[in-house]
């Protein structure tokens, strides 16, 4: 990828990496029952913006200056679109939002049934952990980074991370009455898994400490943007183009940023948000910002 593309196209060609490795991520020869590859494939291959892997693609752009930087990340990238795959097959359960549609097809559970759906997000969460050291392995990261990187995973994914989020966020349904319990579940649920992008990428591309700190302070402004966002599509976007169900936070009961403080509000609390994300990355005196900074830009316009 040496040619400057537009924002739109460069998310295209990070996605279409991505889909290149993911579908190489599953061996092809795998003594696993066929039943529960096909439900770990149907969501993994269902789409999606593949927005996190491509932020661990640009922050090593970022840092390295260059996109050779890629091939090492790939791994990685993979293994985050796992996690975040397995957490919206498992946020989509009865049990949890109860939802029919993810990506543009009936969810996991719909094709699969509940247990399978479970199963499948298990399977997905464990073999992300598989990928990293993996890499290391085949020389793209060294093994301190992967270790630094599986640390970093562990945490962001786990309990004190985005399962930490997902579960206060269910805990406090209907009960929510502050902007900064929200704030706290959005920034666990959504932001944590986007922090462990851009400072995974970071760290493939040999970023300092102080870099590190300041992409992560990016990744906490964009996530939280990008929740919010998702919320306000929720209500005005089109289920065409989300591949989802809208109004399903209403329908839910959930309280969400609009409904606190309005929508008009929360579309500028975006734009403060992406505001203090751009300045993190300037700040940060990297060799090739301007993927990071075109991205928390196109953001704010999503549409899906
Ligand atoms: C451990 C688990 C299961 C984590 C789920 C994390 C998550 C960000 C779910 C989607 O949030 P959402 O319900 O706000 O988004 P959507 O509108 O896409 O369902
Ligand atoms: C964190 C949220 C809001 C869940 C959906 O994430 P994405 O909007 O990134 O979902 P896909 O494009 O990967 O399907």
Redesign the pocket.
């Known amino acids: 990828m040496n040619e400057r593309v537009a924002i739109k196209g460069y998310l295209t060609q990070c996605a279409e990496l991505t889909e290149t490795a993911l579908k190489r991520s599953i061996p092809a020869v795998w003594d696993v029952p066929e039943r529960l590859r096909e439900a770990m494939l149907y969501s993994l291959e269902a789409?999606?913006?593949?927005?996190?892997p491509a932020l661990i693609l640009s922050a090593a752009e970022a840092v390295f200056g260059k996109t050779s930087a890629f091939n090492a990340a790939l791994p990685v990238a993979c293994a985050v679109e796992f996690i975040?795959t397995y957490s919206?097959i498992h946020?989509d359960l009865p049990a949890m939002d109860n939802d029919d549609f993810?990506?543009g097809k009936p969810t996991n559970h719909k094709v699969f049934g509940e247990a399978m759906a479970i199963l499948a997000g298990d399977a997905l969460l464990t073999h992300a952990f598989h990928l990293i050291p993996q890499a290391a392995r085949q020389g793209g990261i060294s093994a301190e980074v992967a270790l630094a990187i599986v640390e970093d995973l562990a945490r962001l994914a786990g309990a004190p991370g985005m399962v930490g989020g997902q579960v206060a966020d269910m805990l406090g349904e209907q009960g929510i009455t502050s902007i900064s319990e929200l704030e706290y579940i959005h920034l666990h649920?959504?932001s944590d898994l986007i922090v462990f992008s851009v400072t995974a990428g970071g760290r493939i591309g040999g970023a300092t400490q102080k870099q590190i700190e300041l992409l992560a302070r990016f990744g906490r402004n964009i996530g939280l943007a990008?929740?919010i966002q998702?919320d306000i599509l929720d209500l005005i976007g089109d289920e065409q183009k989300l591949?989802k169900k809208t109004n399903s936070d209403v329908q839910q009961n959930k309280v969400t940023y609009p409904y606190l403080i309005g929508l008009e509000e929360s579309k500028a609390q975006v734009e403060r948000l992406t505001q203090e994300a751009k300045s993190a990355v300037l700040e940060a005196g990297f060799q090739d910002p301007l993927r990071l900074l075109e991205i928390a830009d196109y953001l704010v316009q999503r549409d899906h």
């Open positions: 789409g999606g913006k593949r927005l996190r975040h919206l946020d993810r990506r649920k959504t990008f929740q998702d591949g």
